[in-house]
């Protein structure tokens, strides 16, 4: 296992920004090795500041790049605020300096199962050259809440969210009360981010400060889902100073 990369900035803009020039980087070489490129991009508040700068690269070909969505509600309307299909065409892929090959979001309003395959069967179709994501207040990746479901092939699967998550939801606004929260989500797997060449994990904020902690100095288990980011390869985690007060170096 190869000691998982980890930068420390000053604040979330900083290490946002890093993150994105770092992910940028990344997806130019893989464009320079071949006609088209694939990502995987986060949502969030965590997800604000690196999105801002990533989609500012004018010398990136985005129309050589497909764009593949982490994560979905069940049973959210795209017109509600916590849409997250409508937060990535708003701040990010409406925003780009030229249009993508190819977005592909998960539509959280049609049958759940359906459209695990539906997604799945296109990522299945190519490797993804960069990942981008985030670490939840409860250590989730995407969805994928404690105890994370390591094991399973398949590329999207609908899981129940448990009552941090719930509530992290809350707390960062997007929802008037917990029981507006829905209990289910489009997530994908934990196998199928791992398969990613490169992975790029933003994580700013005090309150994430224990989840980064436990995932980069704690055994892996499913009961943290980001501690498997140990084991892949090229996995670099940037945080701000807030993020990382709890690491022990």
Known sequence: MRPMKIHTHPDAQVSGKAAAERGAALLRAALAEKETANVIVATGASQFAMLEH???FEDIRWDRVSIFHLDEYVGLPISHPASFRQYLWDRFVKLLPHPPRAFYPLDGDLDAAAE???????????????AFIGIGENGHIAFNDPPADFETRASYHVVDLDEACRRQQLG????PD?????SQ???MTV???????NIICTVPDERKAKAVQKSVEAPVTPEVPASILQQHENMELFLDEAAASQLSS
């Open 185 to 187: 989500a489009i997530s």
């Open 191 to 197: 196998s199928r981010i791992l398969a990613s060449r």
């Open 116 to 130: 695990c395959e539906r997604v799945g069967a296109l990522i299945e179709s190519v490797e993804i050259d960069v």
């Open 54 to 56: 990533l989609r500012s």
């Open 172 to 175: 960062e606004g997007w929802f």
């Open 178 to 182: 917990f029981d507006s929260v829905p």
